[in-house]
């Protein structure tokens, strides 16, 4: 079967910096994905990481431990904009099929 | 490109009505996906496709749900009969490579 946690919600402070993490436990493993949905809205692709380490893209970064089975993603100079629900995806076998977690709401306060 | 069409985008129908949601995938794509998302169960795969061919449906809660893919740029989701227990919002997503791209979701009601 497959497992993913993450936090159900964190809070942070406009400016701040803010990790969201999330652990798995599947049958296989073939990348790991974030996605950011703001309410009412769809998903949408942040970062994938197939390889263990940093993947940076602008104020957004994603982190990968196969061994340890975790990811992070990293969010620099929040803005209140970033206010949404993070959801981790992991895909266990080529097939493009993804599990995802439950998502983080993040709250991002002035 | 337009992106991943889905509709309709609100539905509220009565418990026993069949429901059908639609869904058009990025053309070129050759996998496409339906989820469904409640506040209970976050996102959940219910189907998915590839080159029109239904590959896994283990997710498809029970067999008031089909799904349908007559071809590379459409498919469907029919819900009969419908309870109110499939209110939820149902999104198709579809991708040739590594990222899926979302549509923006069906909402369905069931009274």
């Known amino acids: 079967g497959q497992n993913i946690d993450q936090p159900t919600e964190m809070t942070a402070t406009e400016g701040a910096i803010v990790q969201i993490n999330c652990t798995y436990q599947t049958s296989g493993f073939n990348g790991l994905f974030w996605y950011q949905q703001h309410a009412g809205e769809a998903p949408t692709f942040l970062s994938y990481n197939v390889l263990d380490g940093l993947e940076e893209k602008g104020r957004f970064s994603s982190f990968l431990s196969r061994s340890k089975g975790y990811s992070y993603l990293l969010l620099k100079e929040l803005q209140m904009k970033d206010s949404a629900s993070y959801l981790c995806a992991v895909r266990a076998h080529a097939g493009n099929m993804l599990t995802f977690g439950g998502g983080t709401r993040l709250m991002v306060k002035p | 490109d337009a992106g991943v069409i889905q509709s309709p985008r609100h539905e509220v129908t009565e418990m026993g009505q069949e429901v059908t949601l639609r869904c058009k995938p990025i053309?070129?794509?050759?996998?496409l996906f339906w989820y469904r998302q409640t506040m209970m169960r976050g996102l959940e795969l219910l189907i998915y496709?590839?080159?029109?061919?239904?590959?896994?449906d283990s997710g498809m809660p029970e067999d008031r749900f089909s799904a349908k893919m007559p071809n590379a740029s459409f498919s469907t989701l029919k819900i009969q009969p419908s309870e109110p227990r499939d209110s939820a919002v149902y999104f198709c997503a579809s991708t040739n490579a590594d990222t899926q791209y979302f549509g923006p979701g069906t909402r369905l009601t069931v009274l």
């Open positions: 053309s070129g794509h050759d996998y």
């Open positions: 496709f590839n080159n029109n061919v239904p590959i896994d």
